[in-house]
Structure formats: C-alpha cells, structure tokens
C-alpha cells in the first residue's frame, strides 16, 4: 500500500449499501490535508532545517505540479527522505550533478535521473557532497517549481508547514470527496477461490477490473446497439444489486490514509452484510518522477499506475497492480 508514494485519486465501491456507515464518512470527511506553494526554489528541499522538520521527524511528500513528466523537469519527494529529479539534457548538464540516463529515452538520451538521500549520514553541511548540491540549486542552475506538499506525523500540528512556508504563495487544500449512490447496477459475481473465472459461475480478476473502470467513470453500461460512446457490458455472470455506495477522493493522498481506509473496509464485514465484496482503488499521479517504490515512471499513452484491491465478506483478498507501457512491473 505504501509502494507508490504519490497518490492522486481513490476510489471505493461498496455493493448492496445505500448510505455510507458512520465510521467510513467521518474518515472520508476527515481526509488529511495538503499544501500548495507556487514558485518554491528547489533549494529549499534540502535545507537542513527543513531536513530536521519534516524528513526526519515524519513522512513527507513532496511533487512538482503542472509538470508533465515525458517533456519537463519534475521533482518528487519520497518519505524515505530520496529526492528524484527527472532532468532534461540541458537542465541535466547545467546543474553538474550526477545520475544516469532515463532508461526510457529511446536511442537518443533527452532525460536524465538524479537521486539524492536527504538522509544520507554523509550529507551534511561540512560535506563536499551537500555544498555541492546547494551551490548547484542556489547558484549554477536555480530551479523554482510549483510542489504539492503533504506530511504525516502523529505529534506535529496542521500549522507547522503553512507558517515554515509563509514567505511563500502557499495554500492548504483539503481534498475532494464524492458520494454517490448508484441504482440497478449489474455486478460481476466473484469467487475468492477463483482468481481466472469459471464459465457460468464467476468472472476474472481481469474481468473485474475493466468493469470498475467503467464504474468510475459513470459510463452507461446497457450496451445498447444505438450507442456511438460505449457498447461495454458487465461481464457475465452477473448480479443485479438494488443500490451500491460509490465513493471517490481526489488531491493529494497520503499512502497513511490508505492504510487507515483499507483497515476499515475489512473492518465492514464484522457484522453479516448483503455485499459479497467490497473494492478499493488506488491510482497514483500520472506524471511523478517514480511510481512503485523508487522504480522510475514514464508517461507513454497514459501514464498509468495503480492498484486495487478487492475485499470478500469471508475475509480472502485479491490485489491487482497495473502500470502502463513506460514502467517496471510492480514488485
């Protein structure tokens, strides 16, 4: 849950339940915040105040926006204190850093990858090695970006990275919640023991999966011969559920909320409930600099990583990870 850093949207899907329970509004409702500052020079990422404050005393995320990852420079903040730079060739060579060659540029390299360890022991201020990345960022090659901003940490007050970047234009956001309650919807029946489907008797993960992308993206789903949008179906066989309770987060996510979500969706089926499943969607942003762990991302068609989780009344799970053409496969 916490192999992709950079978190945009989430999704859940609870058939057979026409009102949210109680504990998962108030978590939906109750979504950690996050910040925006335009115009953040990238040296500032590397301070040693801002180390002490928010790398090492928490998890804290970091991802330049507005950005698009095949064409621009972008950076990205992971909570193992790594920054990931995806450089162009000229950026790349002004700066003087060292990282290696974007294993996605084709013939001729246009893109280039550093790494550097906010945490690394060697990286103080005496060191060669952080003097020389802070002359890079402050003198030879400044680089201001507009970041998405988010940390986690237990003890710490909302405040603390509204007042630290106050000389900046920085905003805190909350993100954005839909509830929604979808009528007559056909569900695919499932099987936990029956990953692949069988004939007659329940559909595939695979199956499933292109089914909740149609969900998501309230696509009509009847199949009518008169339709030039989409002659999708569900798969067969299928299921008719009266209502199902549809609910999708969108900002800047932290994996922690994840977590926190994931446990109460299993949590759901404590008590006997009509749903024979429940399905938790994770997509990460199309354009950061990575996507599992430290694996580099690459935008291709769509820029897809995602994974999703589908939860059944009896306690099994299945989890399903996806990434497009431009991507190591998930771990």
């Known amino acids: 849950m916490k192999c992709i850093a950079h978190l945009q949207k989430v999704s859940f899907l609870i058939p057979e339940c026409g009102i949210l329970p109680k504990e998962l509004k108030s ?5 950690a915040p996050f910040y925006s500052v335009k115009n953040l020079p990238l040296h500032e990422l590397i301070t040693h105040e801002f180390i ?31 920054l990931i730079l995806s450089l162009d060739k000229d950026t790349y060579e002004e700066t003087g850093l060292q990282g290696h060659p974007s294993q996605y540029s084709g013939r001729k390299t246009r893109k280039f990858i550093v790494s550097i360890d906010l945490m690394d022991s060697s990286f103080t201020l005496e060191s060669k090695k952080y003097k020389r990345t802070c002359w890079s960022f402050k003198e030879k090659k400044p680089l201001k970006f507009d970041f998405l901003l988010a940390w986690y940490c237990a003890d710490a007050g909302e405040s603390t990275m509204m007042s630290y970047f106050s000389k900046y234009q920085i905003q805190k956001h909350h993100p954005k919640v839909e509830l929604s309650t979808v009528s007559d919807l056909q569900c695919p029946v499932l099987q936990s023991n029956e990953l692949e489907g069988e004939p007659e008797s329940s559909c595939s993960a695979s199956e499933l999966f292109d089914w909740l992308g149609a969900v998501f993206c ?35 996510i932290l994996p922690e909320t994840i977590c ?29 600099p990575v996507s599992w762990r430290e694996n580099e991302h690459g935008f291709h068609k769509g820029g897809e990583h995602m994974y999703n989780f589908v939860i059944f009344n009896n306690q099994d799970y299945w989890l399903q990870m996806a990434v497009g053409t431009l991507d190591d496969c998930p771990p």
Do not use: M
């Open 27 to 31: 978590l939906v409702t109750e979504t």
């Open 52 to 82: 002490n404050t928010f790398v090492k005393k928490g998890l804290c995320y970091a991802l330049t926006y507005n950005t698009n990852i095949d064409q621009d420079n972008t950076v990205g903040l992971l909570p193992n204190g790594k």
């Open 218 to 252: 309230n696509a009509d789903l009847n199949n009518e011969p008169n339709s030039f949008v989409s002659t999708y179906c569900c798969p067969q066989p299928s299921t008719a559920v009266a209502k199902a309770c549809l609910c999708t987060i969108t900002g800047f």
């Open 260 to 288: 926190v979500l994931l446990e109460r969706l299993c949590h759901y089926f404590d008590e006997p409930k009509l749903a024979p499943w429940v399905t938790l969607s994770v997509q990460g942003f199309a354009d950061s």
